[in-house]
Every structure is written in C-alpha cells, then in structure tokens.
C-alpha cells in the first residue's frame, strides 16, 4: 500500500521536474527565436530598404503607417521628420545597439572576469583594491557616470562602448570572484595545486569553467542592461552622434512631433520593449537552469 | 556596546571614503581631459591675453595638484565652485533643485510601496494561481519597459492627447503625477517581486507553525507576524533602489522639462559648464552613499539577527 502510493508520489515529482525543466526549455527557445529574428532584421532591412539616414524625402515627411510614400513604396511603420522611413530607421538602429551592447559585453566580460579571477584567486591587497573600487563605482548611479564621462570625451559609438564597458565591468568582476571563492578550497582544485599547477593554469584551467554558468547569465542581464543604456544616452543626447539611427535618438526626434506624428516615438520604444522583455525572460530561464543557487525574488 | 559603535565607526569612515573616492574620479574626469574650460567660456576668437587672465581667474594655471586639494577643499567646506555660464555659486542651483528632486524620489518610493505591498501578498497568498501569475507577468513586464519611453507615451496620451495633465514643468501639483508614476514603476515590480518571495520563505518559518498552532486567526498569523518580518528586506531594497532612483530622475526630468537636480546635470553638460556639472555629480553621489549608510544602519536595528552576526 505504502509502495504504491510512494511509487505514485515519485511518478508525480517526475512529472512535474520534467514539466519545469520542458517549460524552462520554452523560456530559452522562444526568446532566442524572437532576437535572431530581430537581429536577421537589423542586418538586412536596412540593406534591402537602401537606407541612408541622412536622405530626406521631404514630400513624404512624417506620413502615418501604411503610407505610399512618393518613390512608389509602402512605409509600413509611417514616415519621419525628414520622410526617411520609420521601419528601416528603426531595425538601423537596432542594429547600432545590438552592435553597442555585444562590442561592450566582450570588453566589460574580459576586463571584469580577469579581474574577479585574480581578486579571487589572489586574495590580499588585489582583493582589497577591487572591492574598494567596486564600492566606489557602486556609489554611483551608473548612468550618472556615463553622462559624465560622455559629456567629457564627446559622442561617438567607440565612446559610448568605453563608457558602458566602465559602468559595467564591476559585476562582472563581483560575479568571478565570488564564484572563484567558493570554488577555491574543492578539492579539484587543491589537487590540481598539489600537483603544482601555476597561477596562470589554476586561474584559466580549473577555476575559469567553474565560474562560466554564472558569468553568462550575468551576460544575459547585462545586455539587456547595456542595450537600455545606449538608448537612454542617445535619448538624452550624449549618445550616438547625430546623424546615427539609434533606438533612442529616434526616440527622441519624435518626441518633437508628439502631437502630429505618434508613431515615431512610439515604434521603436515597442522594439527596445520586445528587446528588454526577451533578454529578461531569457536571462531568468537560463539561471534556473544552469545555476538554481542564484535564483533570487 | 563596543561593537556595535565599532560597527558605526567603520561604517562612517568607508562612507567618507568612498565620498573621496567619488570625487576624486570625478575631478580626473572632468579636469584631465583635452576639452579647455576657458576656450570654452570665452570662445574661440577670444585673445590670448583674455584666455591667459580667465585661466588665471578660474585656477586653471596651477599645477594639478594645487586644483585637486582646492578642489577636495573646497568640497568639504561647502564651496563648489562658480557656474561659468550664470556666474552664481553651483551650490545655489543645486539647493534650489535639490528639494524638487527629493519630493519626486520620496513621493515615487511612497507610490511604489503602497502599491507593491497588496500585490505582493496577493501574489503570496495565492501562490501559483491565477492572480499570482497576473502579479508576476504584469512584473516581468514593467520592468522591461524603458523609462523615457514609458514616460514620453504617456505624455502623449495623458497630456497631449487626452489633456488631462500639464505635459512639462512644475507649475501645480498635477505636474507631479505622471513624473511620479514613472519613477515609481520599476520600484514597483522590483518589491512587488520582494515582497512576495519574501513572505513565501517568512510562512515556511516555524514560528509561522507555532503561531497556527496556537490557534490564532490566520489574519493575526499573516500580518503581524509573517508580513513584519517580510518587510525587512524591502527596507534594504529601498534604500539600494534609491541610487537607480537618482540616474533615472536626471532621465525622467529631462522628458517632463522638472525643474530638479537631473535637469540641472543634463543642462549644465550641454552647456558646458563643468562646475555645476561636476558639483550635481558629488551631491547625487553623496545622497547615494549617505542614504546607504542610514539603510545600512537602519537594517542592524530593525533585524538583531544582523547585529548579532556582526
């Protein structure tokens, strides 16, 4: 009686183990599609559309979606100040951001991940100094210091992707180290001591794929974190410079236009939505499946 | 005794280090950089006479050096320097932004808990159903939504299409509310999320058992004893929060033209003037750090469990 009802129980557990893990496996997939869809987008909409930011068609200037515009094509998502065409402008400027986002996760994810490796490996005065460091930049809205430094070097892309890669960096370097300190004393790793392997073999060779699962979903939020970023300075005008489709300056043109022309503030801030929505989901799913520890609220 | 002051000591003296730290960065950020403040003041058809005597007023012909401890100086005593483009003291225009700002923050934060709290225990109460679900997609999804963009729709339909709130400025109290909203949502899912997980793990706890067990209403179970010990952490989160907070007021002032310290930032850097651009910098920092410390201390007195591990 009791065996058959544990057996029942067991089934049921299983049942649902194997219902989360196929639901975390959707939450995986499904985002994933939705970017590679937006990024296939963002390298050939503007190619196929020909676009070029900077060429006005002002007889077709800030026509609502679905309009024909005067060359005889349909501009699904409307038109703006300038006649260019809201679709193409748009999945330019996703292209920029993607391209930002990526280029400041390699940098910041080196920079901080060496780091974090030898704070935590290290320990002492290294570990000291980085933690101080990260206190002093965590006592910053990290925003604030990119307006700042942005404001000083001036616009331009490479600026922008220095400036995220220095508000960033940091939780890459947290995330390694704490990692790495709790990896420090398992036994694989003294035996690889024992066996007198160097610094440079402990750090990169045993400690560094232990710390990986984490470092990737941190990835995860951080893009997402960047992405926004970018189009919050671009909307404020210490991002992209002019003349560069960006989500946020797109943003920020049309909010001149509220009143005749909604659509042009409207529709990006839908794609930079889908963005933030996808690599949230994604970010969340991939934690739950690679490092169930750091599941928080 | 000894220890906790000890704590407050050490506490105390990392603040002050980190406000050194802060402005020293921002010093090297805005000092060591190519762009020259004077060419910029007087123009670049002005002479080189009027250049050399505007270095000279500004302290610019000094060693490095000299301008960092002046600049440190100046700081701890109260004197932030002179905007270049009103010629009036930048703590002038920061006390007469400042206020603006922390009634948008405290006003955002009072929004953000009384909304996240019956929606935190309601997601609780009725975990894996069908509200919780609501509770937590509705979540997930604010906090995808771009502040700036959030705020620039709902000046499109609230004020611009609907006209029922003043689109910019501070001229009446309904100017508040929609820069209020928008500062408040992302403080809403983050605690709403809080605050639910939260009390999920407090009524595990056994003295949740106990307290059913001596047959007490499950409404006294539920809200002096799980939902005070839930709160705790939503103290901590606050006052973490109050950070982003400060970055995404330079954001939402801007859209709303709120005559706050965000606006003053973002003004000042298109214009140039690096005083004021640099002085709203340390206050915000300052704030920052000074709200942390308060949270941090706040936190060992609400819960002895902290002070105990200290």
Not at chain 1, 148 to 156: F, K, N, P, R
Not at chain 2, 115 to 132: I, K, M, W
């Given at each position: 009686m009791t065996s058959a009802a544990d057996t029942i129980a067991v089934n049921q557990t299983m049942l649902r183990a194997r219902r989360a893990r196929r639901s975390v496996t959707a939450r995986i997939v499904v985002p994933l599609v939705i970017i590679g869809a937006l990024v296939v987008g963002a390298i050939v909409v503007p190619w196929l559309y020909n676009y070029d930011p900077l060429q006005a068609d002002l007889i077709s200037r800030l026509k609502p979606p679905g309009t024909v515009t005067s060359d005889g094509r349909i501009a699904l998502l409307g038109t703006d100040q300038i006649g260019g065409d809201l679709f193409a402008q748009i999945m330019a400027g996703t292209r920029i951001s993607l391209l930002i986002g990526a280029a400041t996760l390699v940098i910041a994810g080196f920079?901080?991940?060496?780091?974090?490796?030898?704070?935590?490996?290290?320990?002492?005065?290294?570990?000291?100094?980085?933690?101080?460091?990260?206190?002093?930049?965590?006592?910053?809205?990290?925003?604030?210091?990119?307006?700042?430094?942005?404001?000083?070097?001036?616009?331009?892309?490479?600026?922008?992707?220095?400036v995220l890669s220095i508000a960033s960096w940091v939780v890459f370097a947290r995330v390694t180290r704490s990692q790495v300190l709790t990896l420090k004393n398992r036994e694989y790793v003294e035996a690889a001591r024992t066996l007198g392997a160097g610094n440079g073999h402990l750090m990169l060779r045993t400690l560094l794929p232990g710390a990986i699962a984490p470092v990737v979903v941190v990835a995860t939020t951080q893009f997402a974190a960047v992405v926004l970023a970018e189009a919050a300075l671009s909307f404020l005008g210490v991002g992209v410079p002019l003349g560069t489709p960006s989500l946020g300056s797109t943003i920020y043109n049309g909010t001149q236009y509220l009143t005749t022309a909604w659509w042009i503030s409207t529709f990006p801030g839908v794609v930079l939505v889908i963005l933030m929505l996808c690599f949230g989901i994604l970010g969340d799913a991939l934690r739950d499946r690679f490092d169930p520890r750091l599941r928080s609220a | 005794m000894r220890t906790v002051l000890g704590y407050l000591v050490r506490r105390l003296l990392l603040a002050v280090f980190v406000l050194w730290g802060v402005a020293t960065v921002i010093f090297l950020v805005v000092r060591v950089v190519p762009a020259d403040p004077a060419l910029l003041i007087a123009g670049t058809d002005a002479s080189q006479a009027q250049l050399d005597q505007l270095r000279q007023q500004l302290g610019l012909d000094q060693p490095i050096i000299v301008q960092y401890l002046g600049f440190l100086g100046g700081a701890v005593t109260g004197d932030l320097g002179t905007s270049y483009t009103l010629r009036?003291?930048?703590?002038?225009?920061?006390?007469?932004?400042?206020?603006?700002?922390?009634?948008?923050?405290?006003?955002?934060?009072?929004?953000?808990?009384?909304?996240?709290?019956?929606?935190?225990?309601?997601?609780?109460?009725?975990?894996?159903?069908?509200?919780?679900?609501?509770?937590?997609?509705?979540?997930?999804?604010?906090?995808?939504?771009?502040?700036?963009?959030?705020?620039?729709?709902?000046?499109?339909?609230?004020?611009?299409?609907?006209?029922?709130?003043?689109?910019?400025?501070?001229?009446?109290?309904?100017?508040?509310i929609l820069p209020t909203i928008v500062l408040a949502l992302p403080l809403i899912s983050i605690l709403t999320r809080m605050i639910r997980s939260g009390l999920l793990e407090v009524m595990g706890e056994s003295y949740i058992q106990t307290a059913r067990a001596k047959g007490l209403s499950e409404r006294v179970v539920i809200f002096p004893h799980a939902v005070r010990n839930a709160a705790i952490p939503v103290i901590t989160i606050v006052g973490l929060q109050f950070g982003t907070l400060l970055g995404t007021a330079v954001v939402v002032e801007t859209v709303f033209a709120y005559p706050g310290i965000g606006r003053l930032l973002v003004t000042s850097i298109q214009q140039r003037d690096y005083n004021v651009v640099q002085a709203s910098v340390l206050v915000i920092a300052a704030a920052f750090v000074l709200i942390n410390l308060v949270v941090d201390l706040l936190y060992g007195f609400l819960d002895p469990r902290v002070r105990i591990a200290k």
């Open positions: 920079v901080g991940v060496l780091f974090g490796l030898i704070a935590g490996h290290f320990g002492g005065a290294p570990d000291t100094t980085l933690m101080r460091l990260a206190d002093i930049q965590l006592a910053f809205p990290s925003i604030l210091l990119a307006i700042l430094i942005v404001s000083v070097l001036g616009q331009g892309v490479w600026n922008i992707i220095i | 009036v003291p930048a703590t002038e225009l920061i006390a007469a932004a400042l206020p603006n700002t922390v009634l948008l923050a405290v006003l955002a934060i009072v929004l953000a808990v009384v909304v996240s709290f019956p929606l935190g225990l309601l997601a609780a109460l009725r975990v894996d159903r069908f509200s919780d679900r609501a509770v937590t997609v509705s979540t997930l999804f604010t906090q995808a939504l771009p502040n700036f963009w959030i705020a620039v729709v709902l000046l499109l339909i609230f004020s611009r299409t609907l006209r029922w709130l003043p689109s910019v400025g501070l001229e009446n109290p309904l100017s508040l």
